[in-house]
């Protein structure tokens, strides 16, 4: 067998070469828009991305059980982050503040407390 690519067809009539013409016009043409997109995905860096992933993803001693998800969840770390999601973890940030705030505050109000209630033992014995 050999791995040459077969040669064109032999033609007769000038109706074959114009179609075989056509044909190999057409073949460039998607040669070149598949050129085109893959210089767009290298300067764009998905295709170190995705080497990266894959290659992560090779690497593994312990294949997960869905390449997929492995995928997603490695492609997911690259990507910016949603803004919603800044939002809430600003939100968040603030209710952390909040609550130590707070409990900080429920410290204060319970030392004070003690100190106008009797000990608890004094209070048994009445």
């Not at 064109?8 to 070469?17: F, M």
């Not at 016009?25 to 080497?51: C, N, P």
């Not at 997911?76 to 130590?100: C, D, F």
């Amino acid at each position: 067998m050999s791995s040459a690519a077969p040669s064109p067809p032999v033609t007769v009539s000038g109706a074959s070469d114009a179609a075989a013409a056509v044909a190999m016009a057409h073949y460039k043409a998607a040669d070149s828009k598949r050129e085109q997109f893959r210089r767009y995905l290298e300067k764009s860096g998905v295709l170190d991305t995705l080497t990266k992933v894959l290659v992560a993803l090779y690497e593994e001693p312990e294949k997960p059980n869905s390449a997929l998800d492995f995928l997603k969840h490695h492609l997911g770390a690259a990507t910016p982050e949603n803004p919603e999601i800044e939002v809430l973890r600003l939100e968040l940030a603030e209710m952390k503040e909040k609550y130590e705030a707070i409990v900080e505050e429920n410290k204060k109000l319970k030392a004070k407390l003690a100190q106008y209630e009797p000990p608890q033992e004094e209070k048994r014995a009445e």
